[in-house]
């Protein structure tokens, strides 16, 4: 099938979406507001819903740089499809899936207390207690979606939004599912996804993987939470790849 057939496929699958909604004007709807960060496909805005006054974040993603590529339109549609099956305490809510001529927009709780990245800049290291506590809840959203076969493929401290509780505790919820696709256990996966610190050996291998990939990254952010680094660090990918596979991370920092 060529790429224009694929393309054309794609969009149809999207306009059949039920729970993918078409709008004219996405300012009737919402007032965006301040760039909160970037997502795998798109930036992301905080916004305000123009006829209840309540407030969430918005990613936007432009129609014309995913259908360049076959590739990113699959991706698109499995974030699509993954998102509007997935509901868990520790994973944004998702509010509503809306396209225009131009755009596709995921409207979704609004978390306030911005990424965990920025918070282990902010605090270095993070006690035992902490981190447990962290991990514990992206823990729980990862087996939540992989009892449904679903991996993420990009977990990291950028990827998790972090707000305060009423007790000064920190609540982790799992966000950004870009290369989030469905999995078949028996099968594995093999495309080459993620970001380098973050990559299982088998992704930088190149070697059929299912989602212990999640768990590889939960533990490579748990050294970054108790010792302020990284397990593997270099100056380029390549010999982060390098460290990955032959090297064995020290607690010593």
Known sequence: MSLRANVEKKVLLFKNFKSLKFIQDISKFYKIGKVL?????????????????????????????????????????????????????????????????????????????????????EKKKFSEKEAALCINQIALALNYMHKQNIIHRDIKPENILIEQTHDNQIKCKLTDFGFATWFNRDKGLTQVLGSPLYMAPEIVQEMQYSDKVDVWAVGVICHILLTGCPPFFARNKPAIFRAIVNEVPSFGG
């Open 37 to 121: 960060g970037k997502g795998s496909f798109g930036e992301v805005c905080s916004c305000t819903h123009q006829y209840s006054g309540k407030e969430y974040a918005i990613k936007t993603v432009q129609k014309s740089k995913i259908n360049e590529h076959k590739v990113l339109l699959d991706l698109m549609a499995q974030e699509l499809d993954v998102l509007a099956a997935t509901d868990h305490p520790h994973i944004t809510r998702i509010h509503e899936l809306i396209e225009d001529d131009g755009n596709f927009y995921i409207v979704s709780e609004l978390v306030t207390g911005g990424e965990l990245y920025n918070k282990i800049i």
